[in-house]
C-alpha cells in the first residue's frame, strides 16, 4: 500500500517552466555495474556466482522510460574500462542518450555487489568513477531540455557529486523543472546520518516528488515509526510531494 501526501507550493515559489523539452527524462549520477548473486539466500562471502546487470536509480528509470517510448538522457561517470564500455553499450541499445555520460580516465567504473534475499539484500559497493561527478559535468542544455529531473542519496554520499546535484536542482527549479530524489540512503556508504539529514534538508525545498521505501525511511529516521510519521518527517525537511 502507498500512502500519499502532497503540499501545495504557494503561487510565489512556482517557477515558470521552460519552453519545448524535448527529453521526458534526465538522470543524474549512479551509473554503475550491478552484480547480482545467482543463489537464493547465500551471504556474499559464500557465493560463487554473480551475473551482470546495468544497475543505478536513474540508469533503471530511463531505460523503461525508453521502453515506453519517452526520450530519456543521463549524466554520470564511468571508467575507462569494459565495465564502463558496457554501460555506456547498454543504455545506447536501450535508447538511453549517453552524450552526458563522461569517460573518466583516472577511476575504474563502479560496482555493487548484491544477495539474493527475501528480505533487505546485503551487498558490498566499490566506489570509483560515479563517485567523481562533478558540477563542471552539468550540462545546462540537457537541464534545458528535460521535463523530469532526477538523483538518487546514493550518489549523494559522495561530497563532489552531492555538490554537482545541488548545482542541477537549483539549474532545474530555476528553471521550473519536476524534480525526483530517490532518497535511497545506506549508512554503509554514508555512516554519518546527520551529514545526510543535513544535505536532504538542503535539497528537497528544490524537490517536487519523493518516494521513499519503507526501508528507506527507517534507515534515515530509525525504526518503529508509522506511515504517518515517517511522511511527515520528510516534509519537515522540505519535500513537497511523498509517495511512501
Known amino acids: 500500500m502507498h500512502l500519499y501526501h502532497l503540499v501545495q507550493p504557494t503561487p510565489a515559489t512556482v517557477p515558470t517552466p521552460a519552453s519545448s523539452p524535448d527529453l521526458d527524462f534526465l538522470g543524474i549520477g549512479e551509473l554503475l555495474v550491478d552484480f547480482i548473486a545467482d543463489e537464493a539466500g547465500a551471504r556474499l562471502q559464500d557465493t560463487r556466482r554473480f551475473r551482470r546487470h546495468l544497475g543505478g536509480s536513474p540508469s ?24 564502463g564500455r558496457f554501460l555506456r553499450a547498454e543504455l545506447e541499445r536501450q535508447g538511453v542518450i549517453t552524450r552526458g555520460v563522461i569517460t573518466d580516465p583516472a577511476s575504474a567504473t563502479s560496482l555493487v555487489f548484491i544477495a539474493r534475499s527475501a528480505t533487505t539484500p546485503e551487498f558490498m559497493a566499490v566506489r570509483g568513477a560515479d563517485a567523481r561527478l562533478q558540477r563542471a559535468d552539468i550540462l545546462p542544455e540537457l537541464i534545458d531540455r528535460a521535463r ?25 527549479r530555476d528553471r521550473g523543472k519536476l524534480i525526483s530524489l530517490d532518497p535511497n540512503y545506506s549508512p554503509q556508504l554514508w555512516p554519518d546520518r546527520d551529514e545526510a539529514l543535513r544535505t536532504l534538508a538542503q535539497l528537497y525545498p528544490l524537490v517536487t516528488l519523493t518516494k521513499p521505501s519503507l526501508d528507506d525511511a527507517q534507515r534515515l529516521f530509525g525504526p518503529n515509526l508509522s506511515p504517518q510519521a515517517y511522511l511527515a518527517r520528510f516534509h519537515d525537511l522540505g519535500a513537497e510531494v511523498v509517495v511512501l
Open 60 to 83: 533503471h528509470i530511463a531505460v523503461n522510460m525508453a521502453r515506453l517510448g519517452g526520450r530519456a538522457a543521463l549524466i554520470a561517470r564511468v571508467g575507462d574500462d569494459p565495465f
Open 148 to 172: 523530469i529531473i532526477h538523483a538518487s542519496t546514493f550518489a549523494l554520499a559522495s561530497p563532489s557529486a552531492r555538490e554537482a546535484i545541488h548545482h542541477a536542482f537549483r539549474m532545474a
